[in-house]
């Protein structure tokens, strides 16, 4: 079943929002850090913009650290909780640099220790940022492998140590892509599209 869903999935080629696409080509574990960072509890149109504006003031965490906060926090204006988050990006960046000799983590348990950093970004950072096999589970990857009747959950880190066991490891790296953007264009929260879902048939939804 998951083989065929995966297949018709990258068959459907639907359309990926810019940051997805953003987050995708970047290929560095510090800036998909960031950029998941932005992205949290805020919608990807406002997040990609925000995203490039930041990339303006720095790119590395050396740079980075250097940021007066009130900057960037204009700059990533309106992200939610934009102030909150450029302080917290500034400091992980000192870390990073002063703690770290320059390298972010390439293991969750350490990922995780940077405040406001939860098991979805860490996950996320393994897999784009170091093309390890993670499995980032936002709400879109909740929701779906719950529609789908593949898992039965209540969270997103139930859900991902669920996935942990039964997804084949083959696609830990890019389920998050898949799913997320069929969430965004197709299997959304209050009105899937149903009628145009390339997974429809084996969707526990509809049986």
């Given at each position: 079943?998951?083989?065929?869903?995966?297949?018709?999935?990258?068959?459907?080629?639907?359309?990926?929002?810019?940051?997805?696409?953003?987050?995708?080509?970047?290929?560095?574990?510090?800036?998909?850090?960031?950029?998941?960072?932005?992205?949290?509890?805020?919608?990807?149109?406002?997040?990609?913009?925000?995203?490039?504006r930041?990339l303006?003031?720095?790119?590395?965490?050396?740079?980075?650290?250097?940021v007066?906060?009130?900057?960037?926090?204009?700059?990533?204006?309106?992200?939610?909780?934009?102030?909150?988050?450029?302080?917290?990006?500034?400091?992980?960046?000192?870390?990073?640099?002063?703690?770290?000799?320059?390298?972010?983590?390439?293991?969750?348990?350490?990922?995780?220790?940077?405040?406001?950093?939860?098991?979805?970004?860490?996950?996320?950072?393994?897999?784009?940022?170091?093309?390890?096999?993670?499995?980032?589970?936002?709400?879109?990857?909740?929701?779906?492998?719950?529609r789908?009747?593949?898992?039965?959950?209540?969270?997103?880190?139930?859900?991902?140590?669920?996935?942990?066991?039964?997804?084949?490891?083959?696609?830990?790296?890019?389920?998050?892509?898949?799913?997320?953007?069929?969430?965004?264009?197709?299997?959304?929260?209050?009105?899937?599209?149903?009628?145009?879902?390339?997974?429809?048939?084996?969707?526990?939804?509809?049986?």
């Amino acid at each position: 079943m998951i083989d065929k869903i995966v297949q018709n999935l990258k068959e459907a080629n639907q359309p990926r929002s810019e940051f997805v696409e953003l987050m995708e080509q970047f290929q560095d574990p510090y800036l998909v850090l960031i950029g998941c960072i932005l992205s949290l509890r805020t919608n990807d149109k406002t997040t990609y913009p925000a995203t490039l504006r930041m990339l303006e003031l720095a790119k590395t965490p050396q740079e980075m650290m250097l940021v007066n906060a009130e900057a960037l926090a204009k700059a990533i204006y309106p992200v939610g909780f934009y102030e909150n988050k450029a302080k917290q990006i500034i400091e992980l960046s000192r870390q990073i640099v002063e703690e770290l000799d320059g390298k972010v983590p390439d293991e969750i348990e350490e990922l995780i220790k940077f405040n406001g950093v939860g098991r979805k970004t860490a996950n996320l950072v393994l897999a784009k940022g170091f093309n390890k096999p993670a499995i980032c589970v936002d709400v879109h990857v909740h929701r779906i492998f719950n529609r789908l009747g593949y898992v039965k959950t209540k969270t997103p880190e139930e859900t991902e140590f669920a996935l942990r066991k039964k997804l084949p490891e083959k696609y830990w790296i890019d389920i998050n892509t898949l799913i997320v953007t069929h969430g965004q264009n197709v299997c959304k929260p209050q009105k899937p599209d149903c009628k145009n879902c390339p997974i429809c048939e084996f969707c526990k939804k509809n049986i």
